[in-house]
């Protein structure tokens, strides 16, 4: 039968959103194009061999939220090569005084084990912090799941309250919770200066800072590591995308690199496809757009097809002023914590997050020099050793140190331009790597910068913000990015958004995707295609599928 479009769909942008929408629109029977600017697909999910020998993730590294959906399962990505390394324990946090550590696992028990070892009062105070958030969270997990709305939201907050420990049921005190900062909640949980620093320091990964009102959960969906644990592909990042993408060939989809989307096409409010940067045309009467959602509308669209008052909302939208940065390195070892010796060898502690921030006020002075412009004098840093679990991402004896730290602002005081400074503010975050790990001094082999500058230019994150649009409560759920496109739906018929602009966010999660193929599908009246499970089915999917990962595999 011959066709009146060239496709049925085209996805612009082949981050894991976009992929894991085109994936499932392509399972379902949607003849996809996916169009992506760069020669290699993953957007900010990719892995690429930027010094020679090494695989270097140029984005996201660790992959926490995705254990939490159905999509490696539905997608069949394993059989496209996807092999997931644990990161367990996935937190570690070596005392700056080299006296101890607390190292936090996917089994709760060797967790509190590991607290009270520091802080037995803390060690029961992690007892009651999980059996309190853990019902919030999967009710906000849920909400994830699907596409958002008030009444889901407060909804299944409310029906979780049953769920509380006894004594804690009480609405009031929840909401208070969920809307104080998490420094606030932070301290009013914990005693020791270990336990806070480590809590808040995980907390600050999307972006707020710790006396921020409203992000009080940022603190409190730390309680699902526990079911999703944290783990890494064999082979790098970018391993996950790579899988999507063969998976989405295998559904019949398919998949153009080095071919950028000079604009969306549109006519009398309709979508009609794309035209790349060399005059291409491609044809759809769909289009969703997994890039920035400035871009999409304001660039690709253009003011010109967009209602007025949506222009001027979008030029409102907070993308902020980037957070944080990243030096990966190259190295002949792995750092060697005082607190756990281990002669610069793989060990335990290399396994997850090494969370390098000696205490909540610290964080706090670092966000303080952001604010003024300036990057953090004082870093807090978190390293990410990979090689010590996954030997192919560096030669024999060699090893890879990622090194993510913040604040640092993509505008500069005072004039400064960051190709200007961006070699010495790296050296100012390896000297928080050498203060707590002081073998590694002389010991990095190579290293390869990401300022904010670096992050738009390499992967289109505007102003370096790396979950797109700030992460505070008035840019989340139903108002992300703003409220008429919290939908994923456009006042152009045919064009839809996915991705870290909308609900619900930045990290390596997918969910964002696989809502809007949701969206998409019912729209299109295929309603009944069976994969995509519905709310709570699908966070039990991916409940039992982080819990069968948990069974089937051990460390590399």
Not at 11 to 30: D, E, I, M, P, R
Not at 353 to 373: C, I, K, N
Not at 377 to 393: E, G, K, L, N
Request: net charge neutral; proline share 7%.
């Amino acid at each position: 039968m011959a066709h009146k479009t060239d496709y049925d769909v085209i996805v612009v942008g082949s981050g894991h959103n976009g992929l894991t929408c085109a994936g499932y629109l392509a399972k379902a029977g949607l003849r996809v194009l996916v169009a992506e600017r760069r020669p290699i697909v993953g957007g900010a999910v990719c892995t690429e061999e930027v010094i020679p020998g090494y695989k270097i993730d140029v984005g996201s590294s660790a992959h926490i939220m995705v254990h939490l959906t159905p999509i490696v399962r539905d997608l069949e990505l394993e059989r496209h090569g996807l092999e997931y390394i644990p990161m367990d324990p996935f937190a570690f946090y070596p005392l700056p005084d080299g006296s101890g550590a607390i190292s936090f696992y996917k089994d709760t028990e060797r967790t509190v084990e590991s607290i009270a070892r520091i802080s037995p009062r803390d060690a029961e105070a992690y007892r009651r912090f999980l059996a309190y958030w853990t019902p919030l969270n999967e009710a906000v997990f849920d909400v994830f799941l699907n596409p958002p709305s008030a009444a889901r939201l407060f909804g299944s907050v409310a029906a979780a309250l049953p769920r509380l420990p006894a004594g804690e049921r009480n609405s009031t005190e929840v909401t208070r919770r969920l809307f104080t900062s998490y420094a606030q909640l932070i301290s009013e949980t914990f005693e020791s200066e270990a336990m806070r620093a480590a809590m808040t320091w995980l907390a600050a990964q999307s972006g707020p800072p710790p006396d921020e009102i409203g992000a009080g959960d940022f603190f409190g969906w730390h309680a699902m590591l526990h079911y999703s644990g944290a783990a890494h592909p064999r082979g790098g990042s970018g391993m996950l995308t790579q899988a999507m993408a063969r998976a989405l060939i295998s559904f019949g989809g398919n998949v153009a690199v080095d071919a950028p989307v000079r604009r969306i096409l549109i006519q009398s409010g309709r979508v009609e496809g794309i035209e790349t940067e060399d005059g291409q045309r491609y044809s759809a009467p769909i289009v969703v757009s997994n890039a920035h959602v400035l871009t999409t509308l304001l660039q690709l669209v253009g003011p010109e097809h967009l209602p007025a008052r949506l222009v001027e909302r979008l030029r409102r939208v907070r993308v902020g002023n980037g957070f944080g940065m990243t030096v990966r390195c190259a190295a002949e070892e792995l750092p060697d914590y005082p607190g756990a010796p281990s002669g610069g060898k793989p060990h335990e502690s290399h396994h997850g997050l090494q969370l390098l921030a000696p205490s909540m006020d610290y964080v706090r002075r670092a966000y303080e020099d952001y604010l003024r412009g300036e990057p953090s004098r004082d870093p807090a840093v978190i390293a990410m050793t990979f090689s010590a679990i996954d030997p192919v991402v560096a030669p024999p004896g060699k090893h890879t140190v990622f090194l993510w730290a913040q604040y640092f602002p993509y505008e500069l005081s005072g004039g400064r331009h960051w190709d200007d400074v961006r070699e010495a503010v790296a050296d100012s975050i390896l000297e928080v790597l050498y203060r707590y790990a002081p073998n590694m001094r002389g010991k990095i082999i190579d290293r390869f910068i990401q300022s904010p500058l670096d992050l738009e230019r390499r992967i289109g994150l505007l102003k370096g913000n790396v979950m797109h649009v700030e992460m505070s409560f008035d840019q989340m759920f139903f108002f992300r990015p703003l409220p008429e496109l919290a939908s994923y739906r456009t006042p152009i018929k045919g064009l839809y958004l996915t991705g870290a602009s909308t609900h619900p966010g930045g990290g390596v999660f997918g969910a964002s995707g696989y809502n809007t193929a949701r969206v998409v599908l019912g729209d299109t009246r295929r309603r009944s295609w069976a994969p995509l499970a519905l709310g709570a089915g699908a966070l039990a999917a991916g409940l039992w599928a982080a819990g069968r990962m948990r069974r089937s595999s051990s460390p590399g």
